[in-house]
């Protein structure tokens, strides 16, 4: 008879809860190449690459979240990986976040590793607007075409599910063949609206240096998320399965247990 053991996150409920992140130690059970819990403007994250069993001191209030302190300053930077050297069949992206309009100049992105002057790279999840437009996306593998949470592909579109009054969870998967991307909104008019779109994607990775940033990057200028960012994590492998990312959508904690 097998043993069953008890889920550790039940020593730590808030785990289960989207926008609710941990307020202890914790530690990651998936290879990421940066975790990041908001706590204020003092955010806690493991710098890459986070092992196994790397410990997050996650000491925050429950639900507090990390922001930029503008549109053009506040980015946060956890370091750099040389894309010559990054060996990987993929990826997976999730954040947590509010949803806000942006200057339409600046599309900032919530968490990215990308070359600095550069809005696309190794991997870039983002909520934008412009032209009247609302829309969440991922870039990944070095392109410049990019799948939004409304199934568009290459062309941006008003995405009239999505409102600056909802929380927003994405899960974003590359395989090097398929880029994927799963929206759960939680309150305002579409919530528990969960969407999932996937689009053949076949690119490489960057040759250069690319910067890892959670809350915006550098291109021109600084181009900020200046809204809350709950958590924010690029995972090493994807989820090529559209039931899986609906599950890391709706409890986007699952790879963190209590230390």
């Known amino acids: 008879m097998a043993l ?17 992140q941990p307020t202890g130690p914790v530690v990651t ?7 990041m819990i908001g706590a204020g403007r003092v955010p806690v994250i493991s710098r890459p690459p986070s092992a196994y069993g790397t410990v997050i001191n996650a000491t925050g209030r429950l639900g507090a979240a ?9 980015r946060l930077k956890f370091g750099s990986i040389n894309g010559a050297n990054f060996q990987s069949d993929g990826l997976t992206m999730i954040a947590v976040a509010d949803v806000s309009t942006m200057p ?3 599309y ?8 600095t002057g550069e809005y696309y790279g190794i991997c870039s999840l983002a909520i934008g607007s412009g032209l009247g437009y609302l829309y969440a ?12 949470a409304d199934g568009s592909y290459g062309v941006v579109t ?5 409102a600056a009054a909802d929380q927003v969870v994405m899960v974003a998967s590359y395989d090097k063949s398929t880029l994927s991307l799963t929206t759960l909104l939680l309150g305002g008019a579409s919530n528990g609206m969960l969407r999932d779109f996937s689009h053949a994607h076949s690119f490489g990775w960057p040759s250069g240096t690319c910067e890892i940033n959670v809350g915006g990057y550098l291109r021109s200028t600084e181009r900020c998320y200046y809204n809350n960012i709950y958590f924010a994590q690029v995972l090493e492998g994807p989820e090529t399965s ?3 990312r609906a599950d890391i959508a709706r409890n986007p904690y699952q790879f963190l247990v209590p230390a």
């Open 4 to 20: 069953i053991l008890p889920d550790p996150r039940l020593d730590m409920p808030e785990l289960f809860i989207p926008g609710r």
């Open 29 to 35: 059970t998936r290879k990421s190449y940066v975790t």
């Open 66 to 74: 990390s922001r930029a302190g503008s549109y053009t300053s506040g």
């Open 104 to 106: 339409s100049t600046l």
């Open 108 to 115: 900032p992105s919530l968490v990215s590793i990308m070359p």
């Open 137 to 148: 996306n991922v870039y990944a593998g070095n392109s410049s075409s990019t799948l939004f």
């Open 158 to 162: 008003n995405d009239t599910d999505l």
């Open 242 to 244: 559209a039931a899986r």
